[in-house]
């Protein structure tokens, strides 16, 4: 079992940062943040695989930075150059293997809200 609880997430303008955090109840390596807006399908944003690769969707990749502190059981998601339709509920979730797709992913957590204005 694990458990993961998600926090950072807020309102911000357009082109502005924040900083999610995931803490973790132990640590698994395959780790990921996925989003989801209203009316649209679970993505994935930013994940960890094999021996320390990370993979980036398309639209986040040079703005969004996926990172963790296993001393500190915490996964990150720093994001910068917010757009508008960054919004969404932002999750954190774990699996023993490293799937791309968030049908697969085993642990998730409660999810944190992300606005971000024009």
């Known amino acids: 079992q694990a458990q993961l609880v998600e926090s950072g997430g807020g309102s911000v303008q357009a082109g502005g940062s924040l900083r999610l955090s995931c803490a973790f109840s132990?640590?698994?390596?395959?780790m990921a943040w996925f989003r989801q807006a209203p009316g649209k399908e679970r993505e994935g944003v930013a994940r960890?695989?094999?021996?320390?690769?990370?993979a980036y969707a398309d639209s986040v990749k040079g703005r969004f930075t996926i990172s963790r502190d296993d001393a500190k059981n915490t996964l990150y998601l720093e994001m910068n150059s917010l757009k508008p339709e960054d919004t969404a509920m932002y999750y954190c979730?774990?699996?023993?293997?490293?799937?791309?797709?968030?049908?697969?992913?085993?642990?998730w957590g409660q999810g944190t809200q992300v606005t971000v204005s024009s």
């Open positions: 979730a774990a699996h023993f293997s490293c799937p791309s797709e968030a049908a697969e992913y085993r642990y």
């Open positions: 132990r640590v698994i390596y395959c």
């Open positions: 960890f695989y094999g021996i320390g690769h990370t």
